[in-house]
């Protein structure tokens, strides 16, 4: 390596031009053959940067949402959910109401596709900029119950309060007690008016008091998660049924 280039790397570096600097040697190599501009090589060089810092954004915002699968809206059976159109469904993936910060309440029986609908508009979000958190309603009462005592804890729960988009998967899964209640009222009132929550359940909002148990609690989290949303009711066979994997075979 030439000094000339050697203090190039060096000056990149200090600028923090870190992924050009990766491949600034191959591309003076190959610009020594093609002969390119000089304004057509910066540009293909900053392009090179700025991709690669992109992709690495995307990487770790796919990271950071906590997604159990790669479920995408393009890979969604639209066919087999009659209760949600086509022209719903390229609304919903437009991301509008992420803009104008709406609620989702995704309601259906188990399998008809809600978390699949969930992730899928998470990873739209996501290629979108957005940062996006997916948490089970279990995993989630778990990290705010322990977040005064486990870092870990706090710093899942602070990157959730911080996202633009939250993935509240199985909500009546679990019925919890008073003290569960009340922490997930004060995370919900947190996000109210900052980020879109998108909920799962296989239950309405009229049947949410027998889970969350106090009344109270229960018309302030509706309050606020209800104020401003959609209820998007799915119906149909499980998928999981459908498509379900035998030992036995075809025969």
Do not use: C
Not at 194 to 223: F, R
């Amino acid at each position: 390596m030439s000094a000339e280039l050697e203090q190039l790397k060096n000056h990149m570096k200090s600028l923090k031009i870190t992924e050009a600097t990766a491949v600034v040697e191959e591309m003076l190599i190959d610009a020594q053959v093609k002969e390119p501009s000089y304004q057509s090589f910066l540009i293909n060089l900053i392009q090179h940067e700025i991709s690669r810092r992109e992709e690495k954004q995307l990487a770790r915002l796919y990271k950071l949402a906590s997604f159990p699968e790669h479920k995408t809206l393009e890979d969604f059976d639209l066919s087999a959910q009659q209760s949600l159109s086509k022209k719903q469904l390229k609304q919903l993936q437009e991301l509008l109401w992420l803009e104008q910060v709406y609620n989702l309440i995704l309601l259906g029986p188990p399998g008809v596709g809600k978390s699949h609908l969930a992730i899928g508009l998470g990873i739209e979000a996501i290629s979108k900029g957005y940062r996006v958190s997916f948490v089970q309603m279990d995993e989630l009462i778990r990290l705010l119950k322990t977040e005064e005592i486990s870092r870990n804890s706090r710093a899942k729960v602070k990157r959730i309060v911080a996202s633009d988009m939250v993935i509240i998967d199985d909500l009546m899964f679990m019925a919890i007690d008073h003290h569960e209640a009340n922490l997930f009222f004060q995370l919900i009132n947190k996000l109210y008016g900052q980020s879109s929550i998108i909920i799962t359940s296989n239950k309405g909002p009229e049947d949410w008091g027998d889970i969350l148990g106090d009344p109270a609690i229960t018309t302030a989290i509706l309050d606020r998660i209800i104020h401003k949303s959609e209820v998007i009711h799915l119906s149909g066979d499980s998928f999981r049924l459908k498509n379900r994997k035998t030992i036995f075979g075809n025969i």
